[in-house]
């Protein structure tokens, strides 16, 4: 059983629609990441949210963490072909380097 | 700039053979650790190291080692391979901090091992 649970497991749309993948937890983290991962590569981190409630953007991408801490989400605007990949989601309990990863969520986008 | 480096990138072992996961890392973070990636399974956490001479176990350690006698290298080891550990291994690295906040790990590119 996983700690953490990203849905969907696998997105396709087309190029112009938005998408939210989610991380959901029975458990509180101290920090919640976001890695996007490209085929043959590791993954590459794309935020750091560690308040409840706590919102960052970054260009097209939202991310969201979740007032009690047990829950993120990721919404992506107008989504390009550049941003297929693989989408994960990590936590940090109590000590802050040890991460606890979600399944991932597979987003293809369509030209 | 090299960062995390993973060597081999790609091996094929028979079950019963033993050998080493090379991972170097030369931004001097004190924080090191060994992950498995396998279909819908994310990232599951085998050992790691918050500095030289200490290491401790993560989610999955059974049939898998690991020593680190310097802050830039951390080996995994193989013993005697299986085939439930066909995957994809990454290493990681990161500096150490405390628990009010994340820190990035930075990983390798990753060595998928097949065992036969």
């Known amino acids: 059983t996983q700690l953490l649970e990203q849905s969907p497991q696998f997105l396709s749309i087309q190029e112009g629609e938005n998408l939210t993948v989610y991380c959901n937890s029975s458990s509180v983290f101290s920090s919640l990441q976001w890695y996007r991962q490209e085929p043959g590569e590791g993954p590459v981190l794309l935020v750091t949210?560690?308040?409840?409630?706590e919102v960052k953007k970054l260009k097209r991408l939202t991310f969201q963490f979740g007032d009690a801490r047990k829950d993120s989400s990721l919404h992506i605007t107008a989504a390009q072909p550049g941003d297929t990949g693989l989408y994960l989601c990590?936590?940090?309990?109590?000590?802050?380097?040890?991460?606890?990863f979600g399944g991932g969520t597979r987003v293809l986008v369509k030209p | 700039n090299a960062g995390v480096t993973q060597t081999p990138k790609f091996q094929v072992l028979k079950t019963g053979q033993s050998m080493t996961l090379q991972c170097a890392q030369d931004?001097?973070?004190?924080?090191m650790s060994w992950y498995r990636q396998d279909p819908g399974m994310g990232l599951r956490l085998i050992h790691y190291s918050v500095g030289a001479g200490i290491t401790d176990q993560g989610e999955v350690p059974n049939g898998y080692n690991v020593s680190r006698s310097t802050t830039e290298d951390f080996p995994l080891r193989l013993l005697s391979a299986a085939p439930s550990q066909t995957s994809v291994y990454f290493c990681a690295s990161s500096y150490r901090q405390g628990p009010s906040w994340g820190t990035e790990a930075f990983f390798g590119q990753g060595t998928r091992l097949t065992v036969v």
């Open positions: 990590a936590g940090a309990q109590a000590a802050g380097n040890k991460l606890t």
């Open positions: 949210v560690v308040t409840g409630g």
């Open positions: 931004m001097n973070h004190e924080y």
